[in-house]
């Protein structure tokens, strides 16, 4: 039962535009999101994180967005560059229950930035 | 580099075989979490351990099992090993028990023949 989803398994965007990549998730329970970038043979690297309190997060040219009511969230990239090329993961906790302390990640999503 | 630390970066062994796979969490982090990634199946929890005691569990088989040391080091022990454990196998850290951002180390892959 895959709790959170990312339905793109690629997305290719040229240097200098917008990437966005897209996340679903279908627990109530979760109430902290966070977007991991990952290159071959290494592990997933923490990007960006947004708390359910909020509906937005910036950090350079990386910010989140999330719709709780549509349990939805997005990563923006602006602007895309070569070396955001990698796989980008959705990932989701909360604190009660079964999703305490534990990530629930989504399948990835392969960004290709080309020049 | 994310201050996690693990060994070895590659094994590779027999169906049978038990294996010890080790994680050194950042300084400071009380919570080592052990996943496992696989192509079918994506990254997967197995195991939380805080401050030396099991905290949560995921879909981990009973033939593997981890430990938290006093040092905070946590080992997966993963034994009668199959085809099927073939995988990524990754630990994170984090300085809390609850929602937190967690640091990966660079993995260790199995390889099971």
């Known amino acids: 039962d895959q709790q959170v989803k990312q339905n793109s398994p690629s997305l290719s965007v040229q240097e200098g535009r917008i990437s966005i990549l897209n996340c679903d998730y279908t627990?109530?329970?979760?109430?902290?999101f966070l977007w991991y970038k990952k290159y071959p043979a290494e592990g997933p690297t923490f990007l960006i994180s947004?708390?359910?309190?909020?509906d937005k997060n910036e950090d350079g040219r990386f910010t989140v967005f999330l719709n709780k009511s549509a349990k939805h969230l997005s990563l923006h990239i602006v602007p895309s560059q070569p070396g955001d090329s990698a796989v980008y993961f959705c990932?989701?906790?909360?604190?009660?229950?079964?999703?305490?302390?534990?990530?629930?990640f989504g399948r990835g999503t392969q960004l290709t930035v080309w020049p | 580099d994310s201050g996690v630390t693990q060994t070895p970066k590659h094994l590779i062994t027999a169906t049978g075989q038990r294996v010890t796979l080790r994680c050194s969490p950042r300084?400071?982090?009380?919570?080592v979490y052990w996943y496992q990634q696989s192509l079918d199946q994506g990254l997967q929890f197995l195991i939380q351990?805080?401050?030396?005691?099991?905290?949560a569990k995921g879909n981990i088989l009973e033939r593997f099992s981890a430990q938290q040391f006093p040092d905070l080091h946590s080992e997966l022990n993963l034994s009668s090993l199959e085809l099927g454990d073939s995988a990524l196998y990754f630990c994170?850290?984090?300085?809390?028990?609850?929602?937190?951002?967690?640091?990966f180390g660079p993995g260790t892959r199995l390889t099971v023949l």
């Open positions: 994170a850290s984090s300085d809390t028990h609850t929602t937190d951002t967690q640091y």
């Open positions: 627990n109530s329970m979760f109430d902290y």
């Open positions: 947004i708390s359910s309190i909020k």
């Open positions: 990932a989701a906790s909360g604190n009660r229950g079964s999703t305490l302390g534990r990530l629930y």
């Open positions: 300084s400071g982090d009380l919570s």
């Open positions: 351990y805080y401050n030396g005691e099991e905290r």
